[in-house]
């Protein structure tokens, strides 16, 4: 029942890096593996541990600090007795003119002496009962939050991307089918160090914009140049996708603005499908061509068609 502040050796009106500073330096002056042949060592870490739990949790350093709790944690004053003149953690109080031990009254409740039951009853005046005296769990240290940029192929075909984390040390992420911009990747045990264990990492994707693929929804799209020959006779032309280039098949006759689909090549859903890659073709037409400004002019002739009639004008 040491006051928290002393075994730490901070004042009561220490900040909490005050406190996380103090708790660093003694942990690695008395941790178990540096003292494996003295003992108190030992026990002085789990004092130390269990002073920094509680001052480290601003509600029950609240409630220590107004005297509600002990350095333990347990109630200081159950049900409103305590202090001066108290037996086994009860005050003999008046009741009727008659004094009486309040820890009889629930011996004779719980079928043996306060402090001496186990399994649920009363264990150390109040451990057990109700919660009161449980220890708590250590805590664990900080997550830590990183950002990693992911290229617009390498999500779609879900490739793997290395990390390097606050240590220096890398790891090698799979990305999750689904996977989009704010996408949040848990490694656990690979934040801070604390008392109770390391916290974990916490990864945020973000999948970067790209010069030629475009996101839509779970589908790609690609604006593809193909030659006005190309167009007018078709051809077999190639076309990048996130995984690799493949041929696409033009057809004959074909006008800018025309889509065609190549399926699977776009990003992998969780129900283990996958977009498509959608390829609108986009007529390059040479500039300052002689032949092709002589052939067109000979053309117009025979163009009678108007292909904006559909839009009244």
């Given at each position: 029942m040491a006051d928290p502040y002393a075994t730490l050796g901070v004042e009561r009106s220490a900040s909490e890096a005050d406190i996380k500073k103090a708790y660093r330096k003694l942990a690695k002056e008395l941790h178990p593996d540096r003292n494996q042949d003295n003992p108190k060592a030992a026990e002085r870490f789990a004092q130390v541990t269990q002073a920094y739990d509680l001052l480290t949790d601003n509600d029950k350093r609240a409630r220590y600090d107004r005297g509600e709790i002990d350095g333990d944690g347990n109630p200081a004053m159950p049900f409103g007795y305590g202090g001066p003149g108290s037996q086994g953690g009860f005050r003999a109080s008046e009741f009727g003119g008659e004094t009486v031990d309040i820890g009889d009254i629930f011996e004779g409740?719980?079928?043996?002496?306060?402090?001496?039951?186990?399994?649920?009853?009363?264990?150390?005046?109040?451990?057990?009962?109700?919660?009161?005296?449980?220890?708590?769990?250590?805590?664990?240290?900080?997550?830590?939050?990183?950002?990693?940029?992911?290229?617009?192929?390498?999500?779609?075909?879900?490739?793997?991307?290395?990390?390097?984390?606050?240590?220096?040390?890398?790891?090698?992420?799979?990305?999750?089918?689904?996977?989009?911009?704010?996408?949040?990747?848990?490694?656990?045990?690979?934040?801070?160090?604390?008392?109770?264990?390391?916290?974990?990492?916490?990864?945020?994707?973000?999948?970067?914009?790209?010069?030629?693929?475009?996101?839509?929804?779970?589908?790609?799209?690609?604006?593809?140049?193909?030659?006005?020959?190309?167009a007018v006779l078709g051809a077999q032309v190639r076309v990048p996708t996130p995984d690799g280039p493949v041929m696409l098949t033009v057809p004959k006759g074909s006008s800018s603005g025309k889509v065609l689909r190549l399926k699977g090549r776009g990003f992998h859903r969780k129900d283990k499908t996958r977009g498509d890659l959608l390829v609108t073709l986009m007529i390059d037409l040479p500039a300052d061509d002689a032949a092709l400004t002589e052939f067109v002019q000979g053309w117009q002739e025979h163009d009678k068609g108007n292909p904006r009639g559909r839009m009244d004008v």
């Open positions: 409740l719980f079928g043996g002496g306060a402090g001496k039951r186990g399994g649920g009853g009363f264990t150390g005046g109040f451990g057990g009962f109700g919660g009161f005296g449980r220890k708590q769990a250590a805590a664990k240290g900080a997550n830590v939050a990183y950002k990693l940029a992911v290229s617009l192929p390498d999500a779609a075909r879900l490739a793997p991307q290395r990390i390097t984390l606050g240590d220096g040390k890398t790891i090698d992420l799979k990305l999750p089918a689904g996977v989009e911009t704010g996408t949040q990747m848990r490694l656990a045990g690979k934040g801070e160090e604390g008392p109770g264990g390391a916290g974990d990492a916490i990864v945020t994707i973000d999948i970067q914009p790209h010069r030629y693929f475009a996101r839509a929804g779970d589908d790609i799209r690609l604006d593809l140049p193909i030659t006005l020959s190309e």
